[in-house]
């Protein structure tokens, strides 16, 4: 039998399969990927084409009162990192996860920095 973690990272892995199989990057319009952790969230702007990451960011090294805070700043370091590097339009991959709390301020800061999607 398996236990409700368990049950709960196939389901997110299942999610994230159907998304996968509808988005991929490419150079004029690159994935944004996002895996969140209980503690921590990575991004990374990804040119599926090329296999090459082209930009990344983390909530490890942010600063900020709570989680969502730190989730909203790294979404805005993100977007300036991928505007110094010419990449304005993405593709968001939520991962498999809802779009709620931390994911949704991280989109939302991405958006305020300058990425369209």
């Given at each position: 039998m398996k236990s409700v973690s368990e049950k709960k990272q196939i389901q997110r892995t299942r999610r994230h399969a159907r998304i996968r199989a509808k988005v991929a990057?490419?150079?004029?319009?690159?994935?944004?990927?996002?895996?969140?952790?209980?503690?921590y969230?990575?991004?990374q702007i990804i040119d599926d084409a090329h296999h090459k990451t082209l930009?990344?960011?983390t909530t490890k090294n942010v600063k900020g009162k709570s989680?969502?805070?730190k989730a909203h700043v790294a979404g805005k370091l993100i977007a300036e990192r991928a505007r110094d590097k010419g990449i304005k339009?993405?593709?968001f991959d939520r991962?498999?996860?809802i779009y709620t709390g931390r994911v949704r301020a991280f989109a939302?800061?991405?958006?305020?920095?300058?990425?369209?999607?």
């Open positions: 990057g490419f150079s004029d319009r690159p994935r944004l990927s996002l895996y969140k952790s209980n503690k969230i990575w991004a930009v990344s960011s989680e969502t805070e339009k993405i593709v991962g498999g996860f939302e800061g991405a958006r305020e920095g300058g990425l369209s999607f």
